[in-house]
């Protein structure tokens, strides 16, 4: 059995169809359903068995049966950056990450986490995965803290060659549509131009950026599932990863994409951005991926105009979810 937490969220459903590709269906997956239409990822995928993440838990913490599994997927987590209930936070991406670390670890079993590019704060102490580097970083946010707490824990416990951390960059793609405010840029530009022609991006605050180009590293859900997978299938490489393209691209480029994708004339008006939200917004990131290509994943990077173009084309426009 393989365990995906946060089986029915963007990143693990997208997981879950990867897998299902792979013809493995022998899949628990674990998530808060809530009130939000996240189980619509769950209807193209085939598993064995879906647990709430309370329940799953109990069973976790109480259950003297043995557990046959071949890994555990751990993406489920709050990852809203603008979440303020450290509390909360602390509970689900700290607490129940090292409890279900733990119990992966004493029945001998593979544990791959998300965990985030948002611990690089930003962006001073670079973007290197290097674990000698981990306690330099500054997260400008409680969700990035959330997961670096984490990350620090694992090191200091020696547990960080027993198991695998991914440092997801901007990840966009199919399954994301539930996901409000925390949505890609791909998609809510594809609502902005659907229904008004125009597309809306912050104004820089920085002069030695321009409006637009501000830059980020965007990556297309396949790719960064495939590499994720990889750890899965290679069980000698353990430590904290980037998952990103190596490459960073504008915002503006990005809507270009959008644009192209959808036959339609590009226009661009730049809004300030909130006061609240200035002292906290990442400016550049750009994943080192060197660590990642040395521990042999050679997954190909899709271009991010090709990208965009199948997202929207083949999935935006036909209301379509990723599996069968």
Known sequence: MIIVTGGAGFIGSAIVAALNQRGIEDILIVDELGNDEKWKNLRNLRFADYLELDDFSDTVTNSDEPWQVEAVFHMGACSDTTETDATYLVKNNY??????????????????????????????????????KIERLRPLNMYGYSKQMFDLWLKRQ???????????????????????????????????????????????????????QQQRDFIYVKDAVEMTLFFAEHPEANGIYNIGTGRARTWNDLARAVFD?????????????????????????QADISKLRAAGCKTPITPLEEAVREYVQDYLLKDRYLGA
């Open 261 to 285: 994708a959808m036959g339609k004339e590009v226009r661009i008006d730049y809004i300030p951005m909130p006061e609240s939200l200035q002292p906290k917004y990442q400016y550049f990131t």
């Open 95 to 132: 607490e129940f990450s090292k409890l279900l670390c733990n119990w992966a670890l004493s029945i001998n079993t593979r544990f791959i986490y998300a965990s985030s590019a948002a611990t690089y704060g930003d962006g001073s102490e670079g973007f290197s995965d290097d674990e000698d």
């Open 158 to 212: 020696g547990l960080l060659d027993q198991v695998v951390g991914l440092k997801y960059f901007n990840v966009f793609g199919p399954n994301e549509y539930h996901k409000g405010d925390m949505r890609s840029f791909v998609h809510k530009a594809f609502e902005q131009i659907r229904d008004t022609g125009r597309v809306r991006l912050f104004k820089s605050h920085r002069p030695d950026y321009g409006d637009g």
